[in-house]
């Protein structure tokens, strides 16, 4: 059975960081790469991040790209969002994805207000 199960998210001030975590159990972790999506109210849900099975190979949304990174440890089935100088645009639900599968968590929510 497939389980993603995010966390880290929280209410933080604009320019403050987050660190997003996703646990990954129920398949070969390290053979599929994962993504990270959000979905604010009332937008369509997007891709953020990429990140291939081996780390290897990232990849960002134009509007992230300098502030966030995306990391894994295959060792713990791990992957991780930092998420630096964050903007009132970033707050939305944050979840995470695997290539097995198309597999979804359950989110984590991200609320970047003064």
């Known amino acids: 059975q497939v389980q993603l199960v995010e966390s880290g998210g929280g209410l933080v001030q604009p320019g403050e960081s987050l660190r997003l975590s996703c646990a990954a159990s129920?398949?070969?972790?390290?053979?599929?790469?994962m993504r990270w999506y959000r979905q604010a109210p009332g937008k369509e849900r997007e891709l953020v991040a990429f990140?291939?099975?081996?780390?290897?190979?990232?990849n960002y949304a134009g509007s992230v790209k300098g502030r966030f990174t995306v990391s894994r440890d295959n060792a713990k089935n791990m992957v991780y969002l930092q998420m630096n100088s964050l903007k009132p645009e970033d707050t939305a639900v944050y979840y995470c994805?695997?290539?097995?599968?198309?597999?979804w968590g359950q989110g984590t929510q991200v609320t970047v207000s003064s």
């Open positions: 990140i291939s099975g081996t780390g290897g190979s990232t």
């Open positions: 129920g398949f070969t972790f390290s053979s599929y790469p």
């Open positions: 994805h695997a290539a097995y599968r198309g597999s």
